[in-house]
């Protein structure tokens, strides 16, 4: 396996989880679900934002959903969020779109999560490169991002952004 930053945070705050690779063409949350057997709604994808306010965050939500932005917004303190150009993904954390983690960046930004994380016993997140997941308890991901816990999906269900 590949040691990726987010792995060795996960190693060296001895938080148990799984690394599994797997061959990765389309970088999306479906084709983790599919090649990794796992349900959409257990892969948590995690996207990068800016707030007006605050600058650059992340979110972390299911496969199968759509980040509400005016959620996001409110629950960080600002008055609008827009997600950041794929292009500028790579710049802010150090990771290429389609492999980004929540943990091991460059900088530590902002993490909200959304509230259905709690209701699985293991997410699958990115471990910072394409073809790589960690397969980690919500508690322990939520305690090492520091993460605030929101609704932050919108109502209808959809693969999206």
Known sequence: MRKTNAYRVLEKERVPFECHEFAATAFTCEEVAEKLSLPLTQVFKTLVARGDRTGPLLALLPGDRELDLK???????????????????EQ??????????????????????????????????????????????????????????????????????
């Open 92 to 161: 802010l954390t150090g990771y290429l779109p389609g492999g980004c983690s929540p943990r091991g960046q460059k900088r530590g930004y902002p993490v909200y999560a959304d509230d259905s994380v709690s209701g699985h016993s293991v997410v699958s997140i990115s471990a910072g490169l394409r073809g790589v997941q960690l397969f980690v308890p919500p508690n322990e991901l939520l305690r090492l991002t520091k993460a605030t816990v929101a609704r932050l999906v919108s109502e209808r269900a959809g693969a999206g952004v």
């Open 71 to 89: 959620k996001l917004a409110a629950i960080s303190g600002n008055k609008s969020c827009k997600l950041v150009k794929k292009a500028e993904v």
